[in-house]
């Protein structure tokens, strides 16, 4: 089974928006760590967000968060006030306490539209 | 600025001969990823090191190959590059445990001729 399901593969969203990107995750692991990382048409991986599985509070960093639902095993990110500069490509990955390896989702193309 | 550095950011090789990547970091972390990545698909974890210990994922094919000569330093060697292997080589660092995120090198872009 994957570990990480990303959905969608392209997006749409109208600059100063909302947007929402989904991600489902599975794994036996009680501690586990999720992470949302934004790759640029550059190439370059930069890391946005993380919420630890143990975590109470859904983890928020500027203009992003994550909507995070233990039961469902979904780490939804959302970026709110979308702008140009976020076109890019997102990638949701998870850690688990076993082992150093991330396993990433297949990524979501957002593309912000003027 | 503490950072991971890889080089060359491009490499061009001919079929058949052998080149090394590079990467190198100046954070001190234990664990240190390659990964190559094709065209808008994810990143695919080739091998990765927890300190001297190598781990080498099942379906990274044996044309590929690593070495971790000291914390700081690692090198991603084909030993015969095929077409199929032309993509972006990412490097990146992380210290051990389940809330430390992965910081990445910008990349060494690979074209095979």
């Known amino acids: 089974a994957q570990k990480i399901t990303q959905t969608q593969p392209g997006m749409f969203v109208q600059e100063k928006e909302a947007v929402t990107l989904d991600c489902t995750y599975d794994?036996?692991?009680?501690?586990?760590?999720l992470f949302w990382y934004k790759q640029p048409s550059s190439g370059e991986m930069i890391f946005l967000i993380y919420?630890?599985?143990?975590?109470?509070q859904n983890a928020t960093e500027g203009r992003y968060s994550l909507n995070f639902q233990k039961a469902r095993k979904s780490a939804n990110l959302v970026i709110s006030a979308s702008q140009l500069g976020d076109s890019a490509m997102y990638f949701c990955?998870?850690?688990?306490?076993?082992?150093?390896?991330?396993?990433f989702g297949t990524g979501t193309s957002l593309t912000v539209i003027p | 600025d503490a950072m991971v550095i890889q080089n060359p950011r491009y490499q061009v090789t001919q079929f058949g001969k052998p080149v090394t990547l590079s990467c190198s970091q100046t954070?001190?972390?234990?664990?240190m990823y390659w990964y190559q990545q094709k065209s808008s698909q994810a990143p695919k974890l080739l091998f990765h090191?927890?300190?001297?210990?190598?781990?080498n994922e099942a379906d990274t094919p044996d044309n590929f190959q690593s070495r971790r000569p000291n914390t700081s330093f690692c090198f991603l060697d084909i030993r015969s590059p095929g077409l199929g292997d032309a993509a972006m080589y990412l490097c990146?660092?992380?210290?051990?445990?389940?809330?430390?995120?992965?910081?990445f090198g910008p990349g060494t872009r690979l074209t095979v001729l």
């Open positions: 990146a660092t992380s210290p051990s445990g389940v809330n430390n995120e992965q910081f």
């Open positions: 794994t036996s692991d009680p501690s586990y760590g």
């Open positions: 954070l001190n972390h234990n664990v």
């Open positions: 919420q630890g599985s143990y975590d109470q």
């Open positions: 090191y927890y300190d001297k210990d190598f781990n």
């Open positions: 990955a998870m850690r688990e306490s076993r082992g150093n390896q991330f396993y």
